[in-house]
């Protein structure tokens, strides 16, 4: 393997490990009678490709149709999505984020942010912050490519 093969491959592996630790510990810090992280999950996909099916759903977030719909009644029963017929279909809904479900997205995003900033602030300097800040769309875009 030649040196910049080498410096990739222990790149991309340096940036899965540390990804994966901020993804686990952020995921760690959700408060009791928030929302799971699949529905989080679910709702954020939600909002990002609106009107959705339940299998369309299923198949961006690699789960199954029966799994997304238990995560998509949840989110129904607290009144965070709606559900609309297709009009191209009538046999199938659309599912859209109500406004009570864009707040909960909202404040967890939020919450999210502030521990990040607090941490950030505490135990950064401040040219270690802007070397994060300007991976941050490098990191995006490497994401973008997988």
Same mark, same amino acid.
């Given at each position: =393997? ?18 994966? =630790?901020?993804?686990r510990?952020?995921r760690e ?42 995560? &998509? ?7 965070l999505v ?14 859209? &984020? ?5 707040? &909960? ?9 502030d521990? =990040?900033?607090? #941490? ?9 912050? #802007?070397?994060? #800040?300007?991976?941050?769309p490098?990191?995006?875009?490497l #994401?973008?490519?997988?």
């Amino acid at each position: =393997m030649d040196t910049r093969n080498a410096l990739n491959r222990s790149t991309a592996t340096a940036i899965r490990v540390a990804l994966g =630790m901020l993804k686990r510990r952020t995921r760690e810090a959700v408060a009791d009678g928030q929302l799971t992280t699949p529905e989080l999950s679910a709702l954020a996909q939600i909002d990002r490709s609106a009107p959705s099916t339940v299998a369309d759903l299923a198949r961006l977030q690699q789960i199954t149709p029966q799994a997304m719909g238990s995560t &998509v009644a949840s989110l129904e029963k607290h009144g965070l999505v709606t559900r609309s017929p297709d009009p191209n279909d009538r046999r199938r809904s659309l599912l859209t &984020v109500s406004g009570a479900g864009s707040d &909960v997205l909202h404040s967890s995003r939020d919450a999210k942010s502030d521990r =990040m900033a607090v #941490a950030l602030g505490e135990s950064f300097t401040g040219d270690e912050v #802007a070397t994060l #800040a300007a991976a941050a769309p490098l990191l995006e875009r490497l #994401a973008q490519h997988l």
